[in-house]
């Protein structure tokens, strides 16, 4: 069940629903109720999901939490970092629905939460009324032109999707870092995954991205701020100002402070 569904009314323009979900059962069970009303397209797994996503642009997302290849919280991150996507309604479904797992998930920018075990007319009512709201906002959009999609096609990929959201996560939390198992965990995937779209992406270890930001960051600190020495080894992630010194001039060859006179007199390269 991967090819889009259009058992509709003859002559009906429905709306199109992108289930994602690996669950067989989930996936029969919401298939047959809503294909009376909508027409739908299937999803087994994150990657797939994302290029269905990309591909149908449907009009609502139902979005599984628990995904084999990455959870739904890192997809639907995916899903609003994409111009293609980010406009698409996401509603989660989960059997963990609790509230940081719903505060979690709207502050990804998903509009609703089902809970398993689905209670069929509480589904059509979610649906129906998330359907009714995009619509309202695509009719107030009607009269402004709508432009292609901008930005490189490659990075609509879904490796490179992680790989440049992984790179987000840890550049705005350079200063608290975990540990390279956490960190997976935290952007939704599985620690070996994460280490091979880094070494395949970026001919990089993750340990050895995150030394190189911290110590790039460290730089733009000290040139472009009055923080004290100590007080940019804490915000890249130093909690020994030594330890940080120590990185800064195996990188650059000299001490922060001597980075920053000489940029501050314009001689750094």
């Not at 992108?18 to 909508?38: A, C, F, G, M, S």
């Not at 299937?42 to 994302?50: P, T």
């Not at 992680?162 to 608290?176: G, N, S, T």
């Amino acid at each position: 069940m991967t090819e889009t569904d259009t058992a509709v009314p003859s002559g009906a323009t429905a709306p199109l629903i992108l289930l994602i979900d690996d669950v067989p059962e989930d996936l029969r069970w919401l298939n047959e109720l809503l294909r009376k009303e909508y027409r739908m397209a299937l999803a087994h797994s994150g990657q797939q999901g994302l290029q269905r996503a990309q591909a149908l642009r449907p009009q609502l997302i139902l979005l599984d939490v628990g995904l084999p290849d990455m959870d739904g919280f890192a997809l639907c991150r995916l899903l609003k970092t994409d111009p293609i996507t980010a406009a698409i309604p996401v509603l989660f479904l989960s059997a963990h629905n609790q509230p940081d797992d719903r505060v979690n998930g709207l502050g990804l920018g998903a509009v609703d939460f089902i809970s398993k075990p689905f209670w069929p007319e509480e589904v059509l009512a979610r649906v129906r009324v998330h359907l009714a709201l995009a619509a309202q906002l695509q009719h107030k959009d009607e009269e402004e032109p709508a432009g292609a999609p901008t930005g490189d096609p490659a990075s609509r990929n879904p490796d490179g999707l992680l790989v440049q959201e992984a790179v987000r996560y840890i550049r705005a939390h350079l200063a608290e870092l975990p540990p390279v198992p956490e960190l997976a965990r935290r952007i939704g995937l599985h620690e070996k995954r994460l280490l091979a779209l880094f070494r395949d992406h970026l001919g990089q270890t993750v340990s050895g991205f995150v030394s190189e930001e911290r110590m790039r960051h460290g730089a733009r600190l000290l040139s472009e701020t009055g923080m004290a020495v100590q007080q940019v080894a804490l915000a890249v992630g130093f909690n020994n100002p030594g330890n940080f010194a120590t990185a800064f001039r195996t990188r650059f060859g000299q001490s922060p402070m001597a980075y920053r006179m000489a940029a501050r007199e314009g001689s750094v390269q």
